[in-house]
């Protein structure tokens, strides 16, 4: 059974930091890895996916890379700012639009 | 482009009661899914469907869950009779096959049963 872990649990920043997340997971016969970002009160939206080909997604600030091999995953963010406070989590479907098994979430917050 | 839609966005019901829990997919999008959020066990799948078809509900917690989706726009969670542990925030989400493309969650619905 796939197991998907999220260190750290939560960590703070001051604004302007770059930092990074982490991902791992059990079993590497994963499809894609995706992150997503949870604002308090709301549902989960997706930042980034990548493919299990690829080595590596950006969007803006954010970069997320995926080593199969060794089972983890990072989310890069460039430049933080408090608006990027919320929760992050890494999701690894079984088969493509299959169930996806969730990390815990790191909860990322940005002091101005 | 309207992203899934879920109704209502909050329900406060007595234990005992039947709670009915609504969602609209994306447009377009075949497969659908059913989740629960808690502090203790964080995200859990509880059913999804394709096209229509529930595929696999193993995570549905007993029979007094029950989910339909009657339509390629809507699906409906059903708990009857509800209690209090049943409190969560439940998610709908939607995508499509193929290649492999990210899930699109709606905002939720909270649920407290006292």
């Keep these: ?112 | 482009d309207a992203g899934v839609i879920q109704s209502p966005r909050h329900e406060v019901t007595e234990m005992g009661q039947e709670v009915t829990l609504r969602c609209k997919p994306i447009s377009g999008h075949d497969y659908l899914f059913w989740y629960r959020q808690t502090m203790m066990r964080g995200l859990e799948l509880l059913i999804y469907f394709n096209n229509n078809v529930p595929i696999d509900d193993s995570g549905m917690p007993e029979d007094r869950f029950s989910a339909k989706m009657p339509n390629a726009s809507f699906s409906t969670l059903k708990i009857q009779p509800s209690e209090p542990r049943d409190s969560a925030v439940y998610f709908c989400a939607s995508t499509q096959s193929g290649g492999g493309q990210p899930q699109h969650f709606g905002d939720g619905t909270r649920l407290s049963i006292l």
């Design chain 1, 1 to 112: 059974k796939q197991e998907v872990t999220q260190i750290p649990a939560a960590l703070s920043v001051p604004e302007g930091e770059n930092l990074v997340l982490n991902c791992s997971f059990t079993d590497s016969a994963i499809y894609n890895l995706q992150w997503f970002r949870q604002d308090p009160g709301k549902g989960l939206t997706s930042l980034l996916l990548i493919q299990s080909s690829q080595r590596e997604q950006t969007s803006g600030r954010l970069n997320a890379s995926l080593d199969k091999s060794s089972g983890r995953s990072t989310l890069y963010i460039a430049a933080s700012q408090p608006g990027d406070s919320a929760t992050y989590l890494c999701a690894v479907p079984e088969t493509s639009g299959s169930r996806l098994t969730f990390g815990e979430g790191t909860q990322l917050t940005v002091n101005p």
